[in-house]
């Protein structure tokens, strides 16, 4: 009887060890699922903000762009209109006062040889040139 006493007490510690060690590896497995939903929130909670800094970037420009002053500056800036009462002036160039084409430099293409180029890779020298 006393070696059936002795035996079930060390299997028991067994099994509670055993039980143990399952319990830290789920344990374990469970905080590195954490880690890895944390940091994919940080993720997220980042590309959110950029995107409503955006949304809220976009949301001006678009009032803006609807305001009355906007139409205002197209129209004096870009297009040369004017309000009722304004007097548009158009500058006009005098008879003698032609100005002069800026004359376009001819580019003469730079001729490498070949054996230029594989003499420059062979002796790891740059290449020169004239």
């Known amino acids: 009887m006393n070696k059936l006493e002795r035996g079930w ?3 028991l510690i067994l099994v509670g060890f055993a039980v143990l060690v399952l319990l830290v590896m789920d344990f ?3 905080m590195s699922e954490l880690r890895r939903l944390t940091s994919e929130k940080e993720d997220v ?20 762009a609807t305001s009355e002053a906007a139409v205002y500056y197209e129209a004096y800036n870009f297009q040369h209109l004017g309000k009722e009462g304004d007097v ?6 005098a008879e003698g006062n032609q100005p002069q084409p800026t004359p376009t430099p001819a580019v ?17 020298q740059p290449l020169r040139l004239p």
Do not use: C, F, G, M
């Open 9 to 11: 007490k060390p299997a």
């Open 28 to 30: 374990n497995s469970r």
């Open 45 to 64: 909670s980042a590309r959110v903000t950029s995107l409503v800094e955006t949304q809220r970037s976009l949301e001006t420009q678009v009032t803006y």
């Open 88 to 93: 548009l002036v158009v500058p006009i160039p």
């Open 108 to 124: 003469t293409p730079l001729v490498i040889h070949n054996w230029q180029v594989w003499l420059s890779l062979l002796v790891d």
